[in-house]
């Protein structure tokens, strides 16, 4: 069985909370915290997971949450809402593994999205999700973007964080003239000037 929960002062819940809401403690940690059911069963397929936390109400209705092999606890109505980072939730929400990437393990000639300075959690994570959809190879972040395994990125990515290598770099100039030396083709979007996509050499 499961262990019960039943304050919101624990301190695996504050631990799961700080992990939300500090990307420098994720960082720390190489882990991070998700929400819901979805989401959380999404990014177990290939995230580790190390710890997951569930209502009552969200164990009856999806049993299969007790086939995971790592810490579990049932919590809750009160301190589920602790855990939320929405109004409502689906009391479902776990902890995992950050996984690692660099940006020399990227494949050459690869295609990859490069992100610089996109500080909105929302854009960024849409943006993952539409480099995974779209078969890209990795998704290359400057400084100043939004932390891809942040809450927000992880709900507006839908998992894809952890399908595909995100990786940020200290210098996103330098991290292009590595991939233009590896072959690659770089484009840049524009608001003026700018020549459709299917008109560029190498597109």
Same mark, same amino acid.
Request: charged share 20%; glycine share 8%.
């Given at each position: 069985?499961?262990?019960?929960?039943?304050?919101?002062?624990?301190?695996?819940?504050?631990?799961?909370?700080?992990?939300?809401?500090?990307?420098?403690?994720?960082?720390?940690?190489?882990?991070?915290?998700?929400?819901?059911?979805?989401?959380?069963?999404?990014?177990?397929?290939?995230?580790?997971?190390?710890?997951?936390?569930?209502?009552?109400?969200?164990?009856?209705?999806?049993?299969?949450?007790?086939?995971?092999?790592?810490?579990?606890?049932?919590?809750?109505?009160?301190?589920?809402?602790?855990?939320?980072?929405?109004?409502?939730?689906?009391?479902?929400?776990?902890?995992?593994?950050?996984?690692?990437?660099?940006?020399?393990?990227?494949?050459?000639?690869?295609?990859?999205?490069?992100?610089?300075?996109?500080? %909105? +959690?929302?854009?960024?994570?849409? #943006?993952?999700? =539409?480099?995974? /959809?779209? &078969?890209?190879?990795? $998704?290359?972040?400057? *400084?100043?973007?939004? %932390? +891809?395994?942040?809450?927000?990125? #992880?709900?507006? =990515?839908?998992? /894809?964080? &952890?399908?595909?290598? $995100?990786?940020?770099? *200290?210098?996103?100039? %330098?991290?292009?003239?590595?991939?233009?030396?590896?072959? =690659?083709?770089?484009?840049?979007?524009?608001?003026?000037?700018?020549?459709?996509?299917?008109?560029? %050499?190498?597109?």
């Amino acid at each position: 069985m499961p262990e019960r929960i039943t304050s919101r002062e624990n301190g695996k819940i504050k631990y799961a909370c700080k992990l939300a809401q500090s990307a420098a403690f994720r960082l720390e940690e190489k882990a991070f915290f998700a929400e819901g059911l979805k989401l959380c069963l999404e990014l177990a397929k290939s995230c580790p997971i190390k710890v997951i936390y569930y209502t009552e109400k969200a164990l009856a209705k999806s049993p299969e949450l007790k086939r995971f092999d790592c810490e579990q606890y049932l919590v809750q109505d009160h301190v589920a809402e602790k855990l939320a980072g929405t109004q409502s939730n689906q009391g479902v929400f776990a902890v995992f593994g950050q996984p690692v990437s660099s940006f020399l393990d990227l494949p050459h000639n690869g295609r990859f999205l490069a992100l610089e300075r996109v500080q %909105d +959690p929302g854009n960024v994570g849409a #943006l993952i999700r =539409s480099a995974a /959809a779209f &078969g890209f190879d990795g $998704v290359i972040l400057s *400084p100043g973007c939004a %932390d +891809p395994f942040g809450p927000k990125v #992880l709900r507006a =990515s839908m998992g /894809a964080a &952890g399908r595909m290598p $995100v990786v940020t770099c *200290p210098n996103l100039a %330098d991290a292009l003239a590595q991939l233009r030396a590896w072959g =690659s083709t770089c484009l840049a979007a524009a608001l003026y000037n700018s020549r459709p996509l299917n008109e560029v %050499d190498g597109a």
